[in-house]
């Protein structure tokens, strides 16, 4: 189903090449300052026009609020987001038509929904589909900054084998590498990945990458025993991005390697409460938020579509056959699932502090 | 809250040290033979009595199935099952009041609950909820294997750092390897893995691991776009488990390393259907199934409790302390968590095959 | 929240004077045939332009499909339909700002969202809402259609206390009322009952009235027992709906005055399979279908904005005042009202034959 | 599927003649003060022993906490509550096996499950379950009372025809009539009503009758708009009560036949806030609470097993037969019915109070 959340929930609709793409917020609290600066902000995070590989067509999104805010507050009713579609071209699909494309969620459609697969661009599975998402995240980040004071931010640790060389940044030195071609916190770092970037691009073929979420300090109590822990829905939300191939929390796998002994995050007392002196384990126990920030790292595999020859099955003839996709592709879709990512994040907190009784439904009186 | 799940759903109950824990399965199919052994068998394998320092206590589980089954037969009702506490020892617990341990759920619990958390035992974030999850695991097994004929195991890839050495295992290596006093596919890795337990425990120390969890062939289908995506639902169910600190699907983390030619799986025609060639990505493209088996790895952090000091606060009084755990604890969680990893995974497969309408409300008629 | 359903769910936004209603309707298989001309036929029965006094601004909708729909079938995606405001005249409730009009949602709104509540038109309280509902289910009526079969029919049993004189209809006379300038299977009634509410719109007042709902014989098994039966998701559903105050199957509040042996439908053999020889149930056992048609009546209550001078409390200074509703309204909501019953209905019977198992996930391969 | 609710949640199992019935009661806040005492209470309730042929049977419930409460107080976590059935003399349903009863469950479950149905005792469609909801309403209740301050109880307006004839009474009145043989405002009504019952029992007949729920005041912003108006929920749950045919809010009906001038309760200034006049309305306006008590009656269909032939189909030969019904039978479901619905609508009311964010997770820190 396109909806995900219990008390902040969004439903995402709109194919690819169809007449628009948008999002619908439900369960808003009333009173929260939201303009369409703030969603135009966080749409323009996944555009990264300035690498072109990274967005070929590079086009500004045009999109309609049509409800849920008034005067410049949320009103508490859902709010209806619309991003049209312009100028789709899909031609190249055409040869496309029954022959999915390896690695990408084509087949399964295919599988699922036979002939009334709307595949050009990818359809209802394309990277696409995420800027809806992002819109919404754009809403929930203004919720969580009016009310619990929690800023979600991301950035990128390795891109096609590139990666960041420090261990040490802080939540600001990630908000600043926004500021850089890419998320990335580390000079060396962006450079080698512009420079791969291209280089792969002129190859025809694509990179993945690995990204990681921060908040600030996140309030204790956000996090349902036992089965909606904070980290299972995160990483329900964040595994629900089409090219995310792996999750973990803190250290994750290294953890998996270490004794207890080393692993421990030993609790101390700063600022009159106890707090995780090293969190190694990403700011959640028992999945719930204890009062530190929350950290994970997510892995994106490498864009499917690659102008190189490919095997794969014409369906509608049951027959081998190869495929080289002459449309216009991403090099690599990690930077703009990372926004998404992020997206998702603030959409879970907002909806487990309401859960948890942290956020009223009416935020000013 | 308590309850997973969408079409077929369960919800456990019960603390470590109070009178019982248990489920109720909600949305059984009806015409289901599933017995007493069923259950017994699967809460038998998280015993791993024989290596005692897994399971100091190595006491057989009392069960009762309440409701919800005939003749062997499931009647189409909720099916309740109680799994009785018994000479559970609270003693040791008095002193760790207020106390919580490091890397233990008992801080998010008394930040969150405060003193109506039952910390004996861990109350209700111990491990021990997992046996009522396998129980509901037994179930679902059972609905998979006599609808759509799918088989769900799981091994360690990785205990304390011991590794298998192979890669080219298969379904049928990892249920024989459930044989071994470790689920592991490679005598070496379980001789070396006994060794490092046993010398952990007597370092009063613990260890994490990383396990994987598989499928015989999956019909194309199951996951629902775009928020409930099988990978989605599989992550946020295992990510349920206390232990766990990351999931990667097929390749994961390594795919992100990959370039798209490298990464992709060619689609190739066999047994006159589409199939993936090497199946780098775990079964799954776009969240759904497409005919292939299905695999994940987790990442289990060690044990939080150990027989060394740690710090921690006292938060009756607000001031630093330290504690030595002098409970009965496993020196690794993770053979255990495996094995509630593979019940969750089989909830969801039932679930999500339910949903894409590929098991019937009566089974038989 | 403003969503609704399990496997098919559908979630509305807008407010009467904002840019747009609309809908999103999701979980709706691949496969069924929907055209813009299926929404539009449903969104003009509930206009009455006919008959002014119930529709005084009588406007043609202006709406927009933006996704799930290509080539004339629907993709298994989520439906996204846009309704346009225009024309809105709000001036006349600045006098009403935190005046809330008796038996109006208007307390309810101030009470809850403050100033943030959209009192123009009603905001999303407005009547207005249900076109939404009413488009949606356009989409539910053309899948029970191509899939059980099943029609969905409702006409007036009372309006303003004129009554039909008959209990002897058939679906098709109900289905052929709607030809009619009213709803009602009876033309003394309906002759009546415009008289009446031309005559009560003179008065500056309103009516109430009472509907039937009723469907053609659907297939046995819809409804969960035991909280999602279908009695209880038809009512939820249906009291979701402002005007409605009261609801009862078959001869509702007539059977509790009845004994058993007067009451209880025998169960006769016709056709080769069991039928109840006289339905006074409405169609449901245990709350679930048994191949019966579905009947149900609705109470509405009259419309609040009347003419007549009314008491209330100015909440900005806590004093009691008194207003008179200068805004153009619907001598009576029923008729509307009563096409978004039918609506909601239609989208209720889809959702459980999809949890029953009766509607596949595409409908045409 | 067997369970409601958002934020607190029930789940029942059990069939009238099986092991055991129960709920899992989910969603609990922390540090609500509970006991046996209170659970054996409610479950007194609907025992009506002094009226034998309301209860043929008179046994004392047998019931078991297993989880959620520490201390007498509530710890946050699900509360799972075991009610063991005894003595069950199934006998007489073997006759009854492929032979539905009029007007009973038995025809949908036969026509949904087949053989799996557990027909002894009407198996899981037993009134029977209803007290695995009333364990689970006094948590409910325990809840409201310790954080809104709101009571609910309920009385009986009519039974088998024989109807209160006074219309002022308050509160009060209705609870001291759980002291009279019958729970009504009227001796005169319990009377005729004891009598009556007596009387239609010795003619193996059965009655139906209609009962009012009450509540004290409840606080404003109870419900959701648009589908989860409170209205709307509440009439979900109790509809999901099996021998239920008819809901309405206040006046109901009557409403349907007013003009709005009569109608509309009007708004007035008491005690500082604005209060409705009259609450004709039931104390809902938009489907959410405007800080009245809230009102609504239930009608009950008359007992389908009776002591008199009726016609059915034994569905294992598709034959037409007759049936007497010879096991134990209430006269009238509708006094333990009404305890069922006080009980459904205590739950609701602390589910909307939890969403709307009047109860915290931890009452008493």
Known sequence: MSSIGVLFRIVTFGESHGVAIGVVVDGVPAGVAVSEEDVRRELN????????????????E????????????????????????????????Q??????RPNHADLAWYLKFGRFYDHRGGGR????????????????KAVLRQTIGVEVSSHLVELGGVSISRDDYTFEDVVKAWEKPLPMIDDEAVKGAVDLLIKTATEGDSV???????????????????????????????????????????????????RGSEANDQIVLRGGRPRLETNRVGGLLGGMSVG???RFRVAFKPTPSIRKPQRTVDLSKMEETTIVFKGRYDVSTAPKALVAAEAMTAIVLVDHAMRAGLIPRVVKK
């Open 45 to 60: 995070r996944r555009r990264f026009c300035h690498i072109p590989v990274l967005n070929p067509r590079c086009e500004d």
């Open 62 to 93: 045009e999109f309609q609020i049509l409800s849920g805010i008034k005067d410049g507050f949320t009103e508490g009713t859902p709010i209806a987001i619309v991003i049209w579609n312009k100028r789709a071209i899909s031609d190249y699909y």
């Open 95 to 100: 040869e496309l038509w029954m022959k999915p």
């Open 125 to 140: 599975s394309s990277g696409r589909e995420t800027a809806a998402r992002i819109a919404a995240g754009a809403i929930a």
């Open 208 to 258: 993945g990458g690995i990204g990681e979420v921060l908040t600030t300090e996140v309030p204790p109590g956000l996090g349902e025993p036992v089965f909606d822990k904070l980290k299972a829905d995160l990483a329900k939300a964040v595994f629900s991005i089409g090219t995310v191939v792996g999750v973990e929390f803190g250290l994750g796998f290294r953890l998996a390697r270490m």
């Open 292 to 294: 530190e920030p929350i």
